[in-house]
């Protein structure tokens, strides 16, 4: 590998992140709209009920387009930077991997870490769910569960890697992995859980949602993780070419 400066993979990084949140825009339009559009009908309807329900500032439209739009591609941009650095860091410190295989290394570990733990425990919910009065404590909540992912995560590849000169790297990693899963699952056992879900809110439109929510996540980081693996192979392996090509003849 040769050695090149982390401002270059930065803007690498925010380019492919750029991507990703193209990709998790089509997502979020195609899958999560409509389940959106059936939520806020529902919230509407028992509005309707009791008062005239009045329309926001920004039309609905405008949210599912424009609004979607410029909050996932920023989102995608501000998570490819960081993810750039983590790589920077990774890169040659989990084995004989090159840029691509880091790449997609980074990208599922920081799904894993940011949206999936951290989804298993406080899964998303659709407009009308969940008490207005509780929103500081459920974000709090949600907030800590991504810094706690985050912390037992480093935690297992420092016990990994420290563990692997005597059980050797395979079974160094499980171990590793295994003590993640138990660390995870002692941390959701502490932690106070939420149901604010309606008794006669449609169980099926939930699930929907929070599966359209994942697939998002899904899509920005695989997007992510092959546009940057792709672009970060480029901005490094190309130093090696010439340096085979000038070969003194004999």
């Not at 919910?125 to 810094?147: E, H, Q, S």
Request: net charge neutral; charged share 10%.
């Amino acid at each position: 590998m040769n050695p090149i400066s982390p401002r270059v993979l930065l803007i690498r990084g925010m380019l492919a992140g750029l991507l990703a949140g193209v990709a998790a825009f089509l997502v979020a339009y195609v899958l999560g709209e409509s389940k959106v559009d059936a939520a806020i009908a529902i919230e509407e309807a028992g509005a309707a009920a009791h008062e005239h329900a009045e329309e926001g500032p920004v039309s609905r439209a405008l949210q599912a387009t424009a609004g979607l739009g410029t909050g996932t591609l920023l989102y995608g941009v501000a998570l490819g930077g960081i993810a750039a650095l983590v790589f920077c860091y990774a890169l040659g410190r989990l084995g004989r991997f090159g840029p691509r295989a880091t790449a997609a290394l980074v990208s599922g570990g920081l799904f894993l870490t940011v949206n999936l733990v951290p989804f298993l425990k406080y899964p998303a919910n659709p407009p009308a769910v969940g008490d207005p009065d509780t929103v500081v404590r459920r974000t709090t909540l949600f907030v800590l569960m991504i810094a706690l992912s985050l912390l037992l995560a480093a935690g297992a590849l420092i016990l990994g890697r420290r563990l692997a000169p005597s059980l050797g790297n395979w079974n160094a990693s499980i171990v590793a992995s295994l003590g993640f899963v138990v660390a995870v699952g002692i941390s959701y056992a502490l932690l106070p859980g939420i149901n604010e879900v309606p008794a006669d809110f449609p169980a099926a439109l939930i699930w929907q949602f929070r599966l359209a929510s994942l697939g998002i996540q899904v899509a920005l980081w695989t997007t992510f993780g092959l546009a940057f693996g792709f672009l970060a192979e480029r901005a490094i392996a190309p130093a090696a070419a010439p340096q085979e090509a000038v070969q003194p003849t004999s």
